[in-house]
């Protein structure tokens, strides 16, 4: 049995085009086409060539229907400067993520989302009504990846090719999904977790891309991160940028994000924001965060890989099981849950039929 | 000199400085940008860097945040920014620790130099001789003076009119003071301190099915 669907969806996560993959397997374009749409049912011989072209087991062809999120339901940052293949390989490293989700959900009972949709009119306030509804508080949050994961969020890792989309989200299937860029640095991660958690909130219900959207879930993760009543708080009305530095540990910011919501907040003068902008540029802190703090990483997956590992399954059993190859799964997870996925279920010949059951 | 209009009341300082074509927000800026390069300033810079870089930024961010309005630079024996019309200057200068008080009487800290006390005397009005009034611009130009004194973690600061010069050379009486409001720097945490205490760890909670 060959699903078309999942042709199609191998070539977009590789970057393909139609034209370029029927190069590399030695296929006319014609023949790939009538494969994607049903017309055509490839050979065996034709659908192993795809398969080591694509790097995708022969299985993951003939698997069932797999659903791609559209585009339509994604929030991409620079969605403009992005071309439709980084847009396509990236939503369609998402439906490998649901896949690994689905898979998980059969086996383990995981948080149920708990995250309200509010719509674009006020991100400030729906920053603040969030973290009423969590109740946060004003205080800090320790680790954004646990509270997105605790509120039935999937975090993944978004795929070394897809880096450039930066990170992005989607609602499927009532289900909310945030890929991080996880080689940023932490603060950097951070701010774009609270971003696509705006996204979720501001936006999902519609089409959330665009110019707007995107400062719309930049003032969200702002006042998220930082609250306005914890900032006034603490907040020096003259301080240096050597201060500051100190001071953005408390939110766990990056500088240049506190120094934004200083002035946001109005506790900097026009004149002072900017001259604090000359200086963090100038010391090269936009590339490079000072004082960087510790990584964020998954709560959820490391759960569940470790308690997969001690039943004998490892990364190779779940693969197999997903019809998927291993390097992807790491790809979903790598930055988030590295540790877990080395080494495991090695020489266990009998896991993997095991995992067939459920 | 107890009966020159001292105006304190937010919505009396916005009012009478719009009259002047100012902002409150054109003031304090200047005297953040003041106070902000003071902060700069390291025990290594000559005694004279933090009261002199205060008052270069000060008076440069005024003469930068009212250049879109027209305001023009004068060096003119005095560094002042003008109003378009001409009837109006601004000159930045350290007040003493009676600044922004409103039931005191300021001085200014340092003897002005004659170029001041000439334009402290064009500020006088001689109302019995209306008829006399200079005809042009720069001589009914009326010269305020932006006190700012710093005391500690605390800014205060006013643009008065300056009516005459003690024998010491320092402006002690004023025709007209507006007060703004005191800025406070200092910061309500110690920044060196240990950061805010760590909020109790996320569960995520997951169960075999």
Known sequence: ?358 | MSHQPVFSEPLAVGERLAELGLTVEALRDAVLAGESARNGCTPNDPPIAPGFVAWQLATRTLREFLAPDGWTRSDAGINTVVHPDGEVAIVVGAGDDRTGLPHANPRTRYARGPATVDAIERNIQPGLFDHLLPKNASDRRKTYVLLICRVNEEVRSELSLPAAVGNDGRVECWFERILLDPISLGTQIDPDSDDAPEPPPIEVSIRRR
């Open chain 1, 1 to 358: 049995m060959f699903t078309p669907s999942r042709l199609t969806l191998a070539r977009k996560r590789r970057g393909l085009t139609k034209t370029r993959l029927a190069a590399l397997s030695e296929l006319s374009v014609r023949s790939l086409t009538s494969f994607e749409s049903g017309e055509a049912i490839p050979a065996d011989e034709t659908l192993s060539r795809l398969s080591d072209v694509l790097k995708f087991p022969p299985d993951f062809f003939s698997a069932q229907e797999i659903d791609e999120p559209s585009a339509d339901a994604a929030s991409f940052r620079a969605l403009s400067s992005m071309t439709a293949g980084q847009r396509d390989a990236a939503l369609s490293a998402g439906a490998l993520a649901m896949e690994l989700c689905g898979w998980i959900e059969k086996r383990f009972v995981i948080p149920e989302p708990d995250v309200p949709r509010l719509g674009d009119d006020n991100p400030e306030a729906a920053a603040e009504a969030v973290r009423a509804q969590w109740q946060l508080g004003s205080g800090v949050v320790g680790n954004m990846i646990h509270l997105l994961e605790s509120k039935g969020v999937r975090v993944f890792s978004l795929a070394e090719e897809c880096r450039q989309v930066d990170a992005f989200s989607l609602w499927s299937s009532d289900a909310p999904y945030v890929f991080l860029n996880t080689k940023k640095s932490a603060e950097r991660s951070r701010f774009d977790a609270a971003h696509e958690l705006g996204h979720l909130v501001l936006h999902g219900q519609g089409s959330p891309n665009g110019r707007a959207a995107e400062i719309e879930a930049d003032r969200f993760a702002s006042a998220f991160l930082m609250p306005r009543a914890s900032v006034l708080g603490v907040a020096p009305r003259l301080p240096s940028l050597d201060a500051l530095i100190k001071l953005k540990r408390r939110w766990k910011v990056s500088v240049a994000a506190l120094t934004y919501r200083l002035r946001s907040l109005d506790l900097l003068s026009e004149w002072h924001y900017r001259s604090l902008c000359i200086e963090i540029a100038r010391r090269g802190y936009r590339s490079k965060e000072p004082e960087e703090g510790p990584r964020e990483t998954s709560q959820l997956l490391a759960k569940i890989l470790t308690a997969l590992r001690e039943e004998g399954v490892g990364k190779l059993e779940i693969a197999s099981a997903l019809h998927q190859s291993p390097p992807d799964l790491d790809a979903l997870v790598f930055g988030l849950a590295m540790v877990s996925l080395q080494g495991v279920g090695r020489g266990n010949g009998k896991s993997s039929s095991k995992l067939r059951l459920v």
